[in-house]
């Protein structure tokens, strides 16, 4: 998410097309993220939301007051920073129409890329009275909260999605919807009867974990990292349901700035690769050096990539030893020793 955005969505207030929230006013500002200058007369208290931890550590930063997940309700106005993830925009209008009084405002903006223009028109679908002006390439829009809302909250907000009949998922995460399928490459190579601590770095909403714990129960102990919040809440779940007596741990965790105290005998991951709509593989090899880091002498490193990526150099600069267990047509299963 660029600056524009967070730009286009206060300027409806720094332009005076809308008054801004005053003193005494409470705003909850969903998919925050730092780097925004409230517009003058702006003086509400704003409780911002962004359960990526990366954001969150910035706004923080920033001295901004935010937490993971939703905390209250009864908002004066909402803020909405719409990301490319159409369900969870949507999941944040309808915590945003959940938590205002009714008669508060709500005030939404993003790019094309973003999905924008769908939805406003899908809200204009309910009969909102909703305004909208562009601006830094971008839209914003804004209407206020009907009394009754309960047709848009049923429409937008997202349960849990079951997979494969054992895990639950929800939009916004990492493969919400179904195994990923290099996941499933990596979790057919997964060691059996392994004894030992176990790290699943970028943990997702468990499947790796859980696959590694069913097929070495043995193990000592297995800690999740995972920068997204509530993935790492849903693999707990999962965990919990299929693995209830792994011994598991849970890190909400940017691996790419935050160091790792512990140390490992195996570690397991699919780093994510995209920043934005294109592939980005510095994220992976920042993670690929923490966990040459966080391993013991003589500890395993195991990988699951596009065939593209160039991550055997950063394997080879940081391990004693370093190969490829196999490739599919998509993927790679890489290895390394400390």
């Given at each position: 998410m660029?600056?524009?955005?967070?730009?286009?969505?206060?300027?409806?207030?720094?332009?005076?097309?809308?008054?801004?929230?005053?003193?005494g006013?409470?705003?909850?500002?969903?998919g925050?993220e730092?780097?925004?200058?409230?517009?003058?007369?702006?003086?509400?208290?704003?409780?911002?939301?962004?359960?990526?931890?990366?954001?969150?550590?910035?706004l923080?930063?920033q001295?901004?007051e935010?937490?993971?997940?939703i905390?209250?309700?009864?908002?004066d106005?909402?803020?909405?920073?719409?990301?490319?993830?159409?369900?969870?925009?949507?999941?944040?209008i309808?915590?945003?129409?959940?938590?205002?009084?009714?008669?508060?405002?709500?005030?939404?903006?993003?790019?094309k890329?973003?999905?924008?223009?769908?939805?406003?028109?899908?809200?204009?679908?309910?009969?909102?009275?909703?305004?909208?002006?562009?601006?830094?390439?971008?839209?914003?829009?804004?209407?206020?909260?009907?009394?009754?809302?309960?047709?848009?909250?049923?429409?937008?907000?997202?349960?849990?999605?079951?997979?494969d009949?054992r895990?639950?998922?929800?939009?916004?995460?990492f493969?919400?919807?179904r195994?990923?399928?290099?996941?499933?490459?990596?979790?057919s190579?997964?060691?059996?009867?392994?004894?030992?601590?176990?790290?699943?770095?970028?943990?997702?909403?468990?499947?790796?974990?859980?696959?590694?714990?069913?097929?070495?129960?043995?193990?000592?102990?297995?800690?999740?990292?995972?920068?997204?919040?509530?993935?790492?809440?849903?693999?707990?779940?999962?965990?919990?349901?299929?693995?209830?007596?792994?011994?598991?741990?849970?890190?909400?965790?940017?691996?790419?700035?935050?160091?790792?105290?512990?140390?490992?005998?195996?570690i397991?991951?699919n780093?994510?690769?995209?920043?934005?709509?294109?592939?980005?593989?510095?994220?992976?090899?920042?993670?690929?050096?923490?966990?040459?880091?966080?391993?013991?002498?003589?500890?395993?490193?195991?990988?699951?990539?596009?065939?593209?990526?160039?991550?055997?150099?950063?394997l080879?600069?940081?391990?004693?030893?370093?190969?490829?267990?196999?490739?599919?047509?998509?993927?790679?299963?890489?290895?390394?020793?400390?």
């Amino acid at each position: 998410m660029s600056r524009e955005s967070l730009k286009t969505l206060l300027h409806p207030f720094a332009s005076g097309t809308i008054d801004p929230p005053r003193e005494g006013e409470r705003v909850l500002f969903l998919g925050a993220e730092a780097g925004f200058v409230l517009p003058e007369g702006f003086s509400a208290s704003l409780s911002a939301v962004q359960g990526f931890r990366p954001l969150y550590r910035q706004l923080l930063s920033q001295r901004i007051e935010v937490w993971p997940e939703i905390e209250g309700e009864d908002y004066d106005a909402a803020l909405v920073l719409c990301t490319k993830h159409k369900g969870e925009n949507e999941a944040n209008i309808a915590a945003a129409l959940s938590r205002l009084k009714a008669g508060g405002l709500i005030v939404v903006a993003g790019g094309k890329e973003d999905g924008i223009q769908p939805l406003r028109k899908h809200l204009e679908g309910f009969g909102f009275d909703i305004r909208h002006m562009p601006k830094y390439h971008g839209v914003a829009f804004w209407f206020m909260r009907p009394v009754d809302v309960s047709e848009a909250v049923s429409k937008f907000a997202k349960s849990p999605v079951r997979v494969d009949g054992r895990f639950h998922a929800s939009a916004g995460m990492f493969s919400h919807d179904r195994i990923d399928d290099g996941s499933e490459l990596l979790a057919s190579r997964l060691p059996t009867n392994f004894t030992g601590d176990a790290a699943d770095f970028g943990a997702g909403w468990g499947y790796l974990s859980v696959e590694l714990a069913q097929k070495s129960p043995n193990l000592d102990r297995l800690d999740l990292y995972e920068a997204n919040h509530a993935a790492l809440e849903a693999a707990k779940a999962n965990l919990a349901e299929n693995c209830p007596n792994a011994p598991a741990r849970f890190f909400w965790h940017d691996l790419a700035a935050e160091p790792v105290k512990d140390r490992y005998d195996l570690i397991v991951m699919n780093p994510p690769f995209h920043e934005g709509h294109a592939a980005e593989p510095s994220l992976g090899q920042a993670m690929i050096k923490t966990a040459a880091s966080a391993l013991r002498g003589g500890g395993r490193l195991m990988l699951v990539a596009n065939r593209g990526l160039p991550y055997e150099p950063v394997l080879a600069a940081n391990f004693k030893e370093s190969g490829e267990t196999c490739r599919n047509a998509r993927f790679k299963v890489l290895w390394a020793k400390k």
